[in-house]
């Protein structure tokens, strides 16, 4: 079992850089893939990027891959999401997900088997 609990969300200025925590309670084992999505008001929840535990491997959705960062920290158990120059269309509540047994697209909705109650980030123009 897996809890996830994130952190960091808020209102900032278009331009401005927001880094979002996800804390992880509970064994995180080298196997998993932590990974962070996004749902804005009125759309489908969309991949934003996921690091490998096991060789901090990332994997990022092209349109962001440019203006945000996962990293990962083994020994917190924490997964942060790093968001420069944001942009008011990236207005949405961030997910962070895990996926215990890693095997197909780490953007893939349906292979994360645990979700946190997510956190808003609000960009305003």
């Known amino acids: 079992q897996v809890q996830l609990e994130e952190s960091g969300g808020g209102l900032v200025q278009s331009g401005g850089s927001l880094t979002l925590s996800c804390a992880a309670s509970g064994v995180i084992y080298s196997s998993y893939v932590m990974a962070w999505f996004r749902q804005a008001p009125g759309k489908e929840r969309e991949f934003v990027a996921s690091?490998?535990?096991?060789?901090?491997?990332?994997t990022y959705t092209d349109s962001l891959k440019d203006r945000f960062t996962i990293f990962r920290d083994a020994a917190e158990n924490t997964v942060s999401l790093q968001m420069n120059n944001l942009k008011p269309e990236d207005t949405a509540v961030y997910y962070c997900a895990a996926d215990v047994s890693p095997d197909s697209s780490p953007a893939a909705i349906s292979a994360y088997d645990y979700w946190g109650q997510g956190t808003q980030v609000t960009v305003s123009s």
């Open positions: 690091v490998s535990w096991r060789n901090n491997k990332k």
